[in-house]
C-alpha cells in the first residue's frame, strides 16, 4: 500500500513539473520573442474560440475550442468593462479574480465546456480565456464574456446540524441548523414546527419553534418545549418558510412517522438516562421473617422486562457464615406490578439466618422512552432472613469454649428450654452441672439469644463448701443462631470460685452446638467437671 502511495506521489509530482516547466517554458519564450537580438523560429500560435454556453443562479458554462495540444487558462471577473488581462498573467492564473482555474489540453479535449460554479446570484461577470501550445507559444486572448447570474431556482436543504439520525444521542434541549445551498432568509409567519413522540398515547404533540434565525446559508430553529430523554423529535418546515435573498422560497418539509411507524424527513432523538428505584422492600439492612418475601423495587414511572434479558442480569447471593451461595434469575421469577414495580422472587428460599444480597444489572428493566433501570450492585439492598421461633433452639447444647489462658477448647454441657413465663424468654440449665437456672432472652427477628447479669451464683457444684460464680465481663452475652440452631458468642466470660480460691476457667468466645436429633428429655444429665483452679486473681480485667 506504501509503495503505491509513493508511486501516485512522484507521478503527481512530475505532473505538477511539467505544468510549471511549461510556465518557465512560456515565460522563456516570450522574453526571447521580444529580444531583438535572438532569431526567433517558432510555431505559430495556437487558434481559440470561446463562447458562453449558459447562465445559472451561481454557475456559468463556457465551450472552447483550441487548435492543437498545450493548456487552456481562464479568469471569471466580476463586474464590466473589466481589463484585458496579460497573457502570462491569465495563463498562469495569476490574475486576481472570482474564479479561476486551467488545465492541459491533449488531442482528445481539444474542443469542450467548462463549467464555473460558486458566483453570486443576480450579479455581473466576465470570463477571459488564453490557450498555448507545448512549447509556450500562447493565442489571443478571448473575452471578455460578458453575462449576467439570474435566480430563478429555489434553495435547496443540503442537510441538518445534527445530522438526521434515531441515534439516541442528543442533548435535551437541542438546536437544529438547517443548511442550505445558498444564502438565505426566515420570512415573516414563517413556521417552524418541533413534533415530540408520546410513547403512551403514540401520538405526535406538536409544538411551534421558539425562535428561527437565518445566517448565510444556515437557518438556526430553537425548540420551545421540554423534551425527554429517549424521545423522539421531528422537525417540519413549512412551505414557504425559508427564501433565499432574492425571494425564491424553499418547498418545505414534513417530518414525522410513516404508514408503517417508521420516522421519516427531520428527526432525531434524546440521549437515553439510566433511572434508580425510589424505594425498596425489603429496605437495606432489614431484617426479614417470612422465608416466601420477594424483592420489590418501585420506580415511580412505568416499566416494562427488557426483551433481551438474560437470566445472568439479576443475582441473588446468599450467605451464612463463610459459605456463599449464588443463584441466577430466570426471567419467571420477574414481574412488574401497578406499571412502576419490579417484584424479583426468589429461586431458591432462604433459610434461616442467611444475609441476602440482590444484584440487578442496568438495563434489566426500561421505561417506555427505553431509558434502563439503573444497576443495583452487591451490597445496595442487602437483609438478613432470620424468622426463628422459639422452638428453633430448645435442646440440649455443647458448649465449646476458647481459653483466655491458653487458647484450647473446653466443652461444657448445657440445656435451653422455653420459660413458660414469657414468649421470649429462655431457661439455661447445666452451666458445669449447675440445678441453677439462667435466665436469657430469645429474639427470633435478629436470630440473636441474649444473657444479661453481672454474676451469679451456680451453687455449690463441686461439693465441697465453695460457690462458683458465673461473671460476664461487659455484663451481657449475646449469641448469634445460625440456620441449623448452633450459636456463637464472642463476648468474654468466665467461673471463679468462691471463697478466694480463683478462676475455673475464663472464655474469649464461645460456639454452643446443638445437639441432633433433639433429645426427647427436657434435662440432658449433666456431667460434673472436676475441679480446678487456673488463677486466683479475681481482679482480672474485664473486657
Known amino acids: 500500500m506504501n509503495n503505491i502511495k509513493q508511486k501516485s506521489i512522484r507521478r503527481l509530482s512530475a505532473l505538477f513539473l511539467v505544468f510549471m516547466l511549461a510556465g518557465v517554458l512560456f515565460t522563456a519564450c516570450k522574453d526571447e520573442f521580444f529580444d531583438d537580438s535572438v532569431t526567433h523560429d517558432l510555431p505559430g500560435a495556437p487558434t481559440l474560440t470561446a463562447a458562453l454556453t449558459s447562465a445559472g443562479d451561481s454557475t ?112 435535551l434541549g437541542f438546536d437544529v441548523t438547517l443548511n442550505f445551498d445558498e444564502s438565505v432568509k426566515v420570512l415573516d409567519e414563517s413556521k417552524f414546527i418541533f413534533s415530540y413522540l408520546d410513547m403512551e398515547t403514540l401520538d405526535l404533540v406538536e409544538v411551534t419553534a421558539d425562535s428561527a434565525n437565518a445566517s448565510g446559508k444556515n437557518v438556526i430553529v430553537y425548540q420551545a418545549a421540554t423534551n425527554i430523554h429517549g424521545q423522539y423529535v421531528f422537525l417540519t418546515v413549512e412551505d414557504g418558510a425559508v427564501a433565499d435573498i432574492t425571494g425564491n422560497t424553499y418547498d418545505g418539509i414534513t417530518s414525522g412517522l410513516d404508514t408503517e411507524d417508521l420516522p421519516e424527513g427531520l428527526y432525531w432523538r434524546i440521549s437515553l438516562v439510566d433511572f434508580t428505584f425510589n424505594s425498596s422492600v425489603p429496605e437495606d439492612g432489614e431484617i426479614i421473617t417470612a422465608p416466601d418475601f420477594a424483592f420489590k423495587l418501585n420506580y415511580g414511572r412505568a416499566i416494562a422486562i427488557n426483551d433481551d434479558y438474560t437470566k445472568d442480569m439479576v443475582k441473588i447471593k446468599y450467605t451464612v457464615g463463610n459459605v456463599v451461595t449464588e443463584t441466577l434469575v430466570d426471567e419467571s421469577y420477574l414481574e412488574v406490578v401497578d406499571d412502576t414495580v419490579l417484584v424479583i422472587k426468589f429461586p431458591i428460599l432462604p433459610d434461616h439466618g442467611q444475609a441476602i444480597s440482590l444484584y440487578v444489572e442496568e438495563g434489566v428493566a ?14 445496595d439492598i442487602s437483609c438478613n432472613y432470620y424468622g426463628y421461633d422459639r422452638t428453633h433452639i ?34 439455661i440449665n447445666g452451666f458445669l452441672g449447675s440445678t441453677e437456672s439462667i435466665i436469657g432472652e430469645f429474639d427470633g427477628d435478629y436470630g440473636t439469644i441474649t444473657i444479661s447479669i453481672d454474676e451469679q451464683s451456680l451453687g455449690d457444684i463441686f461439693g465441697d463448701g465453695s460457690e462458683v460464680l458465673l461473671i460476664l465481663y461487659d455484663g451481657v452475652i449475646e449469641c448469634q443462631i445460625d440456620p441449623v440452631g448452633d450459636m456463637v458468642c464472642v463476648n468474654w466470660w468466665g467461673f471463679y470460685v468462691e471463697p478466694g480460691l480463683g478462676w475455673y476457667n475464663i472464655y474469649t468466645s464461645s460456639e454452643w452446638v446443638k445437639e441432633v436429633p433433639p433429645p426427647t428429655a427436657a434435662i440432658k444429665s449433666p456431667v460434673v467437671p472436676a475441679k480446678r483452679i487456673l488463677s486466683t486473681d479475681k481482679k482480672l480485667e474485664r473486657k
Open 394 to 427: 430448645l435442646g440440649n447444647y455443647t458448649m465449646n469454649g476458647t481459653s483466655y489462658w491458653d487458647g484450647g477448647d473446653e466443652s461444657l454441657d448445657i440445656t435451653i428450654e422455653a420459660d413458660p413465663g414469657s414468649d421470649n424468654g429462655i431457661i
Open 366 to 379: 426500561l421505561d417506555i422512552y427505553d431509558n434502563p433501570v439503573s444497576e443495583v450492585a452487591y451490597g
Open 60 to 171: 456559468v458554462v463556457f465551450s472552447y475550442t483550441q487548435s492543437v495540444a498545450g493548456w487552456l487558462s481562464y479568469g471569471v471577473l466580476s463586474g464590466e468593462g473589466n481589463t484585458v488581462p496579460e497573457d502570462d498573467e491569465l495563463l498562469t492564473s495569476a490574475l486576481s479574480a472570482d474564479k479561476k482555474g486551467g488545465f492541459k489540453v491533449t488531442a482528445d479535449n481539444l474542443s469542450g465546456t467548462v463549467t464555473v460554479s460558486g458566483l453570486m446570484p443576480n450579479s455581473d461577470y466576465e470570463i477571459f480565456v488564453i490557450s498555448a501550445n507545448v512549447e509556450g507559444v500562447v493565442s489571443d486572448v478571448q473575452g471578455p464574456l460578458a453575462f449576467s447570474t439570474s435566480d430563478n431556482v429555489a434553495p435547496s436543504l443540503d442537510g441538518t446540524t445534527p445530522a438526521v439520525s434515531e441515534t439516541a444521542n442528543k442533548a
